[in-house]
């Protein structure tokens, strides 16, 4: 039974189990233990993103030269991406998603809401495989079983991080 | 007098070599690269606008003893701007990015695209620490551009300036599953 802090290792001992060598992601405080694990590991390349929908072209890419790729975002930087997933989705490029949501659960910030209330849709209609953990010891299972349907069969999956694996932003310090 | 695009494609990928790889842009750039002759190490894109750059970085990082070239038109490269600030972070020494700029977006009817109106894709590439930024206007420059993609070091960027004008069509291959299986095993990794 792990902590319930220590699952961003978990998912990056799942990364490392999965042969993952270059991660992109757009920074974010949901993360930033796992773009930490990242950026000092030496076999895995960090390519920091203007904009997550560079990140799905990145791994298309990856995946033509061999090596397998992830992608890291909050939920908001999913709406960035809809239409550069077409290039998964018309050529089968595996995509691995993992992505922290806001606007879903003590969010203090209402502009989060619109885009975190429809990730789930959005992600159906893109053919995207959908694994929702709420709890710590939920992540590591649902990541692997996204790694096996990405890298296993050449498609998309998303494990949505919920806000209450985070905790509640602090707005005021 | 601006530099015409097939043939500017053409001088750019004679004897290209086993080990170049060649990710165009949607539109205009992929019809060029199919119109020299197919090639399975040629990953065709019918879409991902704003996306060409992004694939030719995953590609070189991941292939570092070939060489990529991303060849690309000014509005493809428009889309994507922010991935020169990515990829001038990541610098791989294989990378070249070419932009074959005629000002305008040619696949919609011609209208002006941002370039023609003073937006320099060059200084943009040299402010996102892009090595070696080229600005191509003749047969000379071109060629030597040419030789360059033939021993890449460091990343590179060239702009292009071609004519505005619309050959005919050459469509490749628009399967994108096949495109991208055919390119795997053209280079070795698949399964």
């Given at each position: 039974?792990?902590?319930?802090?220590?699952?961003?290792d978990?998912?990056?001992?799942?990364?490392?189990?999965?042969?993952?060598?270059?991660?992109?992601?757009?920074?974010?405080?949901?993360?930033?233990?796992l773009?930490?694990?990242?950026?000092?590991?030496?076999?895995?390349?960090?390519?920091?993103?203007?904009?997550?929908?560079?990140?799905?072209?990145?791994?298309?890419?990856?995946?033509?030269?061999?090596?397998?790729?992830?992608?890291?975002?909050?939920?908001?930087g999913?709406?960035?991406?809809?239409?550069?997933?077409?290039?998964a989705?018309?050529?089968?490029?595996?995509?691995?998603?993992?992505?922290?949501?806001?606007?879903?659960?003590?969010?203090?910030?209402?502009?989060?809401?619109p885009?975190?209330?429809?990730?789930?849709?959005?992600?159906?209609?893109?053919?995207?495989?959908?694994?929702r953990?709420?709890?710590?010891?939920?992540?590591?299972?649902?990541?692997?079983?996204?790694?096996?349907?990405?890298?296993?069969?050449?498609?998309?999956?998303?494990?949505?991080?919920?806000?209450?694996?985070?905790?509640?932003?602090?707005?005021t310090? | 007098?601006?530099?015409?695009?097939?043939?500017?494609?053409?001088?750019?990928?004679?004897?290209?070599?086993?080990?170049l790889?060649?990710?165009?842009?949607?539109?205009?750039?992929?019809?060029?690269?199919?119109a020299?002759?197919?090639?399975?190490?040629?990953?065709?894109l019918?879409g991902?606008?704003?996306?060409?750059?992004?694939?030719?970085?995953?590609?070189?990082?991941?292939?570092?003893?070939?060489?990529?070239?991303?060849?690309?038109?000014?509005?493809?490269?428009?889309?994507?701007?922010?991935?020169?600030?990515?990829?001038?972070?990541?610098?791989?020494?294989?990378?070249?990015?070419?932009?074959?700029?005629?000002?305008?977006?040619?696949?919609t009817?011609?209208?002006?695209?941002?370039?023609?109106?003073?937006?320099?894709?060059?200084?943009?590439a040299?402010?996102?620490?892009?090595g070696?930024?080229?600005?191509?206007?003749?047969?000379?420059?071109?060629?030597?551009?040419?030789?360059?993609?033939?021993?890449?070091?460091?990343?590179?960027?060239?702009?292009?300036?071609?004519?505005?004008?619309?050959?005919?069509?050459?469509?490749?291959?628009?399967?994108?599953?096949?495109?991208k299986?055919?390119?795997?095993?053209?280079?070795?990794?698949?399964?």
């Amino acid at each position: 039974m792990s902590a319930p802090t220590n699952w961003p290792d978990r998912l990056f001992a799942t990364l490392k189990r999965a042969d993952i060598r270059q991660v992109g992601y757009v920074p974010d405080a949901g993360h930033a233990r796992l773009i930490d694990r990242c950026r000092a590991d030496s076999q895995i390349r960090d390519v920091v993103l203007t904009t997550e929908e560079e990140g799905v072209a990145l791994a298309a890419g990856a995946w033509l030269g061999g090596e397998r790729a992830a992608l890291l975002m909050q939920s908001s930087g999913l709406g960035n991406c809809v239409n550069m997933l077409s290039l998964a989705r018309t050529c089968r490029f595996p995509l691995l998603m993992l992505i922290t949501m806001r606007g879903e659960w003590e969010e203090f910030n209402p502009w989060q809401v619109p885009m975190g209330s429809i990730v789930d849709p959005v992600l159906k209609l893109c053919e995207a495989e959908v694994y929702r953990v709420t709890k710590p010891d939920e992540v590591e299972g649902a990541a692997e079983r996204a790694v096996q349907h990405v890298f296993g069969d050449e498609r998309i999956a998303a494990v949505l991080l919920s806000q209450q694996l985070i905790g509640k932003k602090v707005w005021t310090k | 007098m601006r530099l015409e695009r097939r043939a500017a494609m053409a001088t750019l990928l004679a004897d290209r070599g086993d080990d170049l790889l060649v990710v165009p842009g949607l539109g205009s750039t992929t019809w060029d690269l199919a119109a020299l002759g197919d090639d399975d190490r040629n990953f065709y894109l019918w879409g991902a606008m704003g996306g060409a750059a992004m694939i030719g970085l995953g590609l070189a990082l991941a292939q570092p003893k070939r060489r990529v070239a991303v060849i690309t038109g000014d509005g493809e490269m428009l889309m994507g701007m922010g991935s020169l600030a990515t990829i001038g972070i990541q610098r791989p020494g294989n990378l070249a990015i070419v932009v074959f700029d005629n000002g305008v977006y040619g696949e919609t009817g011609m209208q002006p695209s941002h370039t023609q109106s003073g937006v320099d894709l060059i200084a943009v590439a040299r402010a996102c620490g892009i090595g070696t930024c080229l600005d191509v206007g003749d047969e000379a420059a071109l060629r030597d551009l040419a030789a360059r993609l033939k021993t890449l070091r460091e990343t590179l960027f060239a702009r292009v300036l071609i004519a505005a004008d619309e050959p005919p069509r050459v469509l490749p291959l628009r399967d994108g599953v096949e495109l991208k299986d055919r390119f795997r095993t053209a280079v070795g990794v698949k399964p």
